[in-house]
């Protein structure tokens, strides 16, 4: 853009330098304006041959380019919405197992479905799944999203499936009937060989970091530990030529009693494996309590670690991520707040930043 304004000349010297827009001097006059240091600006003139003369200056301005943004995450050729419910994908249930107790309150299931490479999804994305049948207005149920559980690779290691971790809804209404979740309750009791109607994937929120020697922080109650699952299948079980973990993966986990623990014997393995780069700790509400005497929480077992957890924060390649219920990220700002406060830090505003500079990640619900 050009704008043209009146504007006193300043005095420069050979060595001076300029500013990085354009700047164009044209005189009323037709002679040439010469300009040196026995010279002085008056005003909008200028002097010349002993007389002022009036000088407009016209400054071109340009918009910068908008530089591109680089994110920090896995995102270069992500695959999002390949396949949507006018045009979803069928694939094969491959497996269905429960993975919790039968004295644990609720089921969760562990399922593989055969995608055959075709849904190219990335750890940290979801899948939307559509279960058969049709719902009271004799229309087609509508798909729910499922955090992806398993590795881009997949828990047969070919790429060609995708596993979910499902808990079965069941609840009692405030008529006292039973109600039944209806795609959870689909999943969980799908055959081996049973048709699976998926679309996606989808999301960009969860996605891993690039940085192999970042920390990752992972904090999941119950199913939220999916995406979880994905990272660290991919960080501990697998060998990549593009990617090596050596920085720091601490997971904390949530649930209701030890037998509603998720993949424990999993994490037990990596811990095995890499005991400098994994960490796990579980808060097991129902039968753990801290010093105090209250229910052992995700947030209230975070709170043993918090000195350390505020000074992981503070690094620019620590990324928090958060998978679960809603109402766990209140609790972690009731830790972080007075910590900052003695930092001088305003909490709020801080995970504010973290989140721009994508790290402070959460898919809650």
Not at 3 to 20: E, F, G, I, M, R
Not at 165 to 190: A, M, P
């Amino acid at each position: 853009m050009t704008t043209a304004v009146n504007a006193a000349v300043p005095l420069s010297s050979s060595k001076s330098s300029y500013p990085s827009g354009s700047i164009r001097f044209s005189s009323f006059l037709h002679d040439r304006i010469s300009f040196n240091k026995a010279g002085f600006c008056n005003g909008n003139n200028a002097v010349h041959g002993g007389r002022l003369v009036p000088v407009r200056a016209q400054v071109t301005t340009e918009a910068p380019a908008k530089a591109a943004k680089i994110s920090k995450k896995n995102e270069e050729g992500v695959v999002v919405n390949k396949y949507k419910p006018k045009n979803p994908y069928i694939g094969k249930c491959l497996l269905n197992t429960k993975i919790t107790g039968d004295d644990a309150p609720g089921e969760t299931w562990h399922m593989v479905f055969s995608t055959e490479g075709e849904i190219p999804y990335r750890e940290g994305q979801s899948i939307g799944v559509i279960p058969d049948g049709i719902d009271k207005n004799g229309k087609p149920h509508k798909l729910r999203l499922y955090s992806i559980a398993s590795s881009a690779l997949g828990d047969f290691g070919n790429s060609k499936t995708v596993s979910l971790c499902v808990k079965r809804l069941v609840y009692t209404n405030d008529q006292g009937e039973i109600v039944k979740g209806v795609c959870s309750n689909f999943l969980c009791d799908l055959k081996p060989g049973a048709d699976v109607t998926m679309t996606g994937p989808v999301g960009k929120e969860m996605l891993m970091p690039v940085d192999p020697s970042a920390t990752i922080i992972m904090l999941a109650t119950g199913t939220g530990i999916a995406p979880f699952r994905s990272f660290l299948w991919k960080m501990f079980f697998e060998k990549h030529d593009d990617y090596k973990f050596n920085g720091l993966a601490w997971l904390f986990l949530g649930v209701p009693t030890s037998s509603s623990l998720l993949y424990p014997d999993e994490f037990a393995k990596m811990k095995e494996k890499a005991p400098e780069n994994f960490r796990v700790d579980y808060a097991i509400s129902r039968e753990q309590t801290n010093e105090k005497g209250e229910k052992m929480y995700i947030q209230t077992r975070m709170a043993e670690y918090a000195e350390e957890l505020w000074e992981l924060l503070k690094k620019d390649n620590t990324y928090v991520y958060m998978c679960g219920l809603k109402g766990m990220e209140k609790g972690i700002d009731d830790i972080m707040v007075s910590l900052a406060a003695r930092d001088g830090i305003d909490w709020l505003e801080y995970k504010r930043q973290l989140k721009k500079a994508e790290q402070w990640n959460v898919e809650v619900y």
